[in-house]
């Protein structure tokens, strides 16, 4: 069965630093989207992403973050200049055109120092 | 606007047992419901979802859950349970239309021999 790749599985960064996550969505998917679990609180939508174009975003996506589809099968979050509380799981997660649900991965544990 | 309140935060059930995990929602348009399970250090897999069809739906191991549109409420249910199913779940909605997921903070279920 298709499924949503992420890397890395577990990132450390310096506080201040920036840092990309990357995801591989399913292949005939054309809908993006990264979500946060900060821990010990619930999943956090940040953005969804269509036609190269953020489509809908949180107020948790502010400046410091973008999204981008650099080619035809990755899907990256980049974190300009990282702060403590930005530790966190991060969920990449992918569906169809038009149709839920939404297929995630297994996530990317994002730890700043 | 839509929300989803899970109305335990952790439920323990002997093994063989039935399951019952407790969910209500709020949705000013129709909503569609899921439930992901979260098994530890993995990602989100989806159990079943209610997208405006039958108001029982059969999920994968099995469980099942019910839309009852008068009490706002999609419990999640499993006739006997077993070890393997110890995980946290999560109350999913999302509204038609919208792109973002709403998650609820999410039920731990223990299950012991």
């Known amino acids: 069965e298709p499924e949503v790749t992420q890397t890395p599985s577990h990132q450390v960064t310096q506080m201040g630093q920036e840092v990309i996550l990357r995801c591989v969505p399913i292949?005939?998917?054309?809908?993006f989207y990264w979500y946060r679990q900060i821990l010990g609180q619930k999943v956090e939508f940040l953005v969804s992403?269509?036609?190269?174009?953020?489509?809908?975003k949180s107020e948790i996506f502010d400046d410091q973050f973008s999204v981008e589809r650099p080619d035809g099968s990755n899907f990256t979050l980049k974190i300009r200049s990282t702060k403590l509380e930005d530790s966190a799981m991060y969920f990449c997660?992918?569906?169809?055109?038009?149709?839920?649900?939404?297929?995630f991965g297994d996530g990317t544990r994002l730890s700043i120092l | 606007a839509q929300s989803v309140t899970q109305l335990d935060s952790h439920v323990s059930v002997s093994e063989g047992t039935p399951v019952l995990l407790r969910c209500n929602y709020s949705?000013?348009?129709?909503?569609?419901l899921f439930w992901y399970v979260q098994h530890p250090n993995k990602g989100l897999q989806l159990l079943l979802k209610?997208?405006?069809?039958?108001?029982l739906v059969k999920g994968i191991n099995g469980f099942e859950a019910e839309f009852k549109k008068s009490e706002t409420s999609f419990h999640l249910t499993k006739p006997s349970a077993h070890m393997s199913d110890a995980a946290e779940y999560f109350c999913?909605?999302?509204?038609?239309?919208?792109?973002?997921?709403?998650f609820g903070t999410g039920t731990r279920l223990q299950v012991t021999l």
């Open positions: 997660a992918s569906s169809e055109v038009g149709e839920q649900p939404q297929h």
């Open positions: 292949s005939n998917h054309l809908y």
């Open positions: 992403f269509y036609n190269n174009e953020i489509s809908e």
């Open positions: 949705s000013s348009y129709s909503p569609s």
């Open positions: 209610y997208t405006s069809a039958a108001t």
């Open positions: 999913v909605v999302t509204s038609w239309g919208a792109s973002k997921l709403t």
